[in-house]
């Protein structure tokens, strides 16, 4: 009996994501935490329908969109949130394109405090913070600036902030097969400081330690002092 339904689950499944192939959202960060690629039809070309939606939206909300000051508003909000959300056209590949380098340094290399403006997926307000990502190399390193690069990539698309800071290590791993990764990220949630208990100075962190960061207490420990330092 259990057996039966957990096939039926799984056709269920299957189904959904053949839906989702249809939409544009093959290899999409929604369904598959770790795929790294995600690429909607152009979207330039989804100007239009957004701002209908939030012409719609402003309705819902007893407004008047004709009035002067919110007639060129579901425009310009479409426009913000394809900016919010850039980062879903843009491929590691791309990103790291040439900046990996041949070289037998084998300290530990640390980049910290790097801006992120991210949006949370669940309420579609702001999340931002300071990412610090550290790695050991192991033959390869990585143009220092691509570090940047790559959060940008990931923080600009819907997300929670867990999911932010272990693709951000998954692809400081795929670029350079380092001997080991460490990010964390310390994030104020504006869904929490705007709503609810308004907890204003509250900062979520979130870390994820890969291969020796995770191995080894000695290395994580270099790692978490450099980051903690002022
Ligand atoms: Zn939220």
Known sequence: MKETQTNGLSDDNNMQSAT?????????TFHHDLELDHRPPTREAMLPEMSRSYRLLLSSLGENPDR???LKTPERAAKAMLFFTKGYDQSLEEVLNDAIFDEDHDEMVVVKDIEMFSMCEHHLVPFYGKVSIGYLPCGKILGLSK???????????????????KQIAVAVTKAVQPAGVAVVVEGTHMCMVMRGVQKINSKTVTST???VFRDDPKTREEFLNLVQSK
């Open 209 to 211: 330690m890969l291969g």
């Open 68 to 70: 002067q000051g919110l």
């Open 20 to 28: 989702c192939k249809k939409n544009g959202h093959e290899k999409c």
């Open 147 to 165: 570090l940047a690069r790559i959060v940008e990539i990931y923080c600009r698309r819907l997300q929670v902030q867990e999911r932010l800071t």
